[in-house]
């Protein structure tokens, strides 16, 4: 089992920023998938921005320049600092983990898909007032 815990969620305006976190545990090793998901009021989850177990990143087009995904690996911490936060960015921060190496081909093109990911944190909520 995989667990993953999520902090970081809060309330900002428009054009401010946040810093998520993701601690991930349990049997899961260097070099694994992970990742953020964004689920807004009322629409489907998805990808925001997730690394490969190479260190590869991939970012939804929505967010490339305002968010910067960094991860920690002696702490298996991942990282999302949100910056020029918009109203559209409000809604629930899922994080997301896999023991797999790489994603999904779609991944490298569009970003992270979540049928790359079998574990999934609680979330964290945002909300961005303009």
């Known amino acids: 089992q995989v667990q993953l815990v999520e902090s970081g969620g809060g309330s900002v305006q428009a054009g401010g920023s946040l810093n998520l976190s993701c601690v991930a545990s349990?049997?899961?090793?260097?070099?694994?998938?992970i990742g953020w998901f964004h689920q807004a009021p009322g629409k489907e989850r998805e990808g925001v921005a997730a690394i490969d177990g190479d260190g590869a990143i991939v970012y939804a087009d929505s967010v490339k320049g305002r968010f910067t995904l960094h991860k920690d690996n002696w702490k298996d911490t991942l990282y999302l600092l949100m910056d020029n936060l918009k109203p559209e960015d409000t809604g629930m921060y899922y994080c997301?983990?896999?023991?797999?190496?790489?994603?999904?081909?779609?991944?490298?093109?569009?970003?992270?898909?979540?049928?790359?990911?079998?574990?999934w944190g609680q979330g964290t909520q945002v909300t961005v007032s303009s």
């Open positions: 349990g049997d899961i090793y260097n070099k694994y998938c």
């Open positions: 997301a983990a896999d023991r797999t190496r790489y994603f999904s081909d779609a991944a490298y093109t569009h970003g992270p898909q979540k049928l790359d990911f079998g574990y």
